[in-house]
Nanobody, 123 residues
Framework: VQLQASGGGAVQAGGSLRLSCEAS????????MGWFRQTPGTGRDFVAS????????YYAESVKGRFTISRDNTKRMVYLQMNNLKPEDAANYLC?????????????????WGLGTQVTVSS
């Protein structure tokens, strides 16, 4: 699976962005999809995940109520709608594909990573 994230940019605190991740290659619905973010000097932190069918979603506590993950399997796309952005949300956002349960925890193997898209939030 090849993944490409897009949609990042610079916004003010309280603003919104919609990230997109386009997938190609292996059957898309076989994979759970996740969004992760990384800042310089830190590891990749889980943001949200969605099951292959789109019926189940999980979120990091820090983004619950503000971010929404969704997918369109006909278009092989995954989205992350980010509302009420905060300066601490600024990071490089990456999408990843993984199998098994859609619930992500540290140690779950991400089978495929895409290149990230940068999000900057000014206060």
């Amino acid at each position: 699976v090849q993944l490409q994230a897009s949609g990042g940019g610079a916004v003010q605190a309280g603003g919104s962005l919609r990230l997109s991740c386009e997938a190609s290659g292996r059957p898309f619905t076989n994979y759970n999809m996740g969004w992760f973010r990384q800042t310089p000097g830190t590891g990749r932190d889980f943001v949200a995940s969605i099951s292959g069918s789109g019926s189940t979603t999980y979120y990091a506590e820090s983004v619950k109520g503000r971010f929404t993950i969704s997918r369109d399997n006909t278009k092989r796309m995954v989205y992350l709608q980010m509302n009420n952005l905060k300066p601490e949300d600024a990071a490089n956002y990456l999408c990843g594909a993984f199998r098994g349960d859609a619930y992500y925890y540290i140690g779950v193997r991400i089978d495929y990573w895409g290149l990230g898209t940068q999000v900057t939030v000014s206060s």
